[in-house]
């Protein structure tokens, strides 16, 4: 049989992810060290694990509502409540989704319509762009600029809007970057798209890792933007719950609703015995958090000072787990930085064009990982930089 011609186009046309290459080479290699992939290093709190345990030792495996538990569903209005200020109906506004990819993508689908433009900052997570083009819709790709720390302004959505624009996606605070969007950058945005029929879809994953001075602000709390905005989250990075595959999105109910109908379809309902475990994490688990948060502005302070030590301008980021140094001065491209360092030193970094072309000149490194990780892993790569220069004296 001739596959080429029974694929769907679109599908065929899909790149494969440039965050799994470089870890799916590193994972063959001996003493490797990966600070590639965005997964916490802390199990998931005990709490949250008993949880589960117990809801399966009680023979809790049925299929739950299609929107997720109602008592899931209770919990979640009353953690974005207390943690972000933002107000929504259990019943009718909050569908519980198999992780946060699955909130996205069923966001995307229910919004655009072949033809409809999506304007899409980068550099952003990976899904965004297949997503759409999946469902007949144009990215709009916006290239953030590092002299901004990769932020969105006013004057950059301008530019991007059409007749045709549908939806905007704020994935702040940012995989790769690390970027977040102070409430004044937010109020900037607010008042573009306030006159306009332009839906948010607002990618707030890691809006508990914030670094800030004060906690994440939701574009959704801002006056008018309730009403065009779908607020993404889930457990799997605040919670540290990446394998219990849980996630939610809060929204208009007419916008919540066929999402709803799309995951009926498709998914039926998220994992139940995850739901439980879910539970708890919203009820109980608000001190863990805090503790992984400032575990990681530990790492992130480090990690910062470090790359700057030796070289690679590295702007200090606010929000997740990420830092995305400048490699500029090597004279490689991303990469080419990458495979060199992961061939000559055995470490896995991911290439910023991972995350768009603007990512072009820089590389993505997690710290989710122990200190101890890290150290060896920068030793290492202090020692590429060194052999890079000593090859250019050479050369």
Not at 105 to 118: K, Q, T
Not at 164 to 177: A, E, S
Request: aromatic share 8%; net charge negative.
């Amino acid at each position: 049989m001739d596959y080429s011609r029974l694929i769907a186009p679109a599908a065929a046309a899909m790149r494969p992810s440039g965050i799994r290459k470089f870890f799916d080479i590193a994972a063959e290699m001996d003493d490797c060290i990966s600070l590639g992939v965005g997964e916490p290093d802390f199990k998931t709190p005990w709490r949250i694990r008993d949880a589960g345990i117990k809801s399966l030792q009680k023979g809790k495996t049925s299929y739950t509502a299609n929107a997720g538990m109602k008592e899931l569903r209770q919990e979640i209005a009353a953690y974005m409540d207390r943690r972000f200020g933002l107000s929504y109906d259990p019943l009718g506004q909050i569908l519980v989704t198999v992780g946060g990819s699955e909130a996205i993508d069923m966001c995307i689908r229910s919004l655009v319509a072949p033809g409809d433009e999506v304007i899409i900052p980068e550099p952003c997570f990976v899904c965004y762009q297949p997503i759409t083009t999946l469902t007949g819709g144009v990215p709009v790709p916006v290239p953030l600029k590092a002299e901004n720390q990769f932020r969105l302004t006013a004057a950059e959505l301008k530019a991007a809007i059409t007749p045709k624009t549908k939806l905007l996606i704020m994935p702040f605070p940012c995989n790769p970057t690390g970027a977040v969007m102070e409430r004044e950058d937010l109020e900037a945005i607010a008042e573009v798209l306030r006159d306009t029929d332009i839906m948010v879809l607002s990618d707030e994953i890691y809006a508990e890792l914030n670094y800030c001075d004060h906690p994440h602000v939701s574009i959704a709390s801002l006056p008018g933007m309730a009403e065009r905005t779908v607020v993404v989250n889930g457990f799997s990075k605040a919670f540290a719950m990446t394998g219990w595959r849980m996630g939610f999105a809060c929204g208009p109910r007419e916008v919540i609703a066929v999402m709803t109908k799309l995951h009926q379809n498709c998914i039926m309902c998220a994992p139940t015995t995850s739901q439980y475990a879910a539970v708890v994490a919203m009820r109980e688990c608000d001190d863990e958090i805090e503790r992984m948060r400032q575990e990681y502005d530990m790492r992130r302070r480090f990690l910062v000072s470090r790359l700057n030590e030796m070289g690679l301008s590295c702007f200090e980021p606010k929000g997740a787990f990420y830092v995305f140094p400048s490699i500029q001065s090597t004279g490689l491209s991303s990469d080419e930085f990458c495979e060199k360092l992961l061939y000559a030193k055995r470490v896995a970094v991911v290439p910023g064009t991972a995350f768009g072309d603007c990512g072009e000149g820089f590389v993505r490194i997690s710290y989710a990982y122990s200190v101890s990780h890290l150290k060896q892993a920068l030793d290492r790569i202090e020692a590429f930089l060194q052999q890079l220069r000593d090859e250019g004296v050479n050369g």
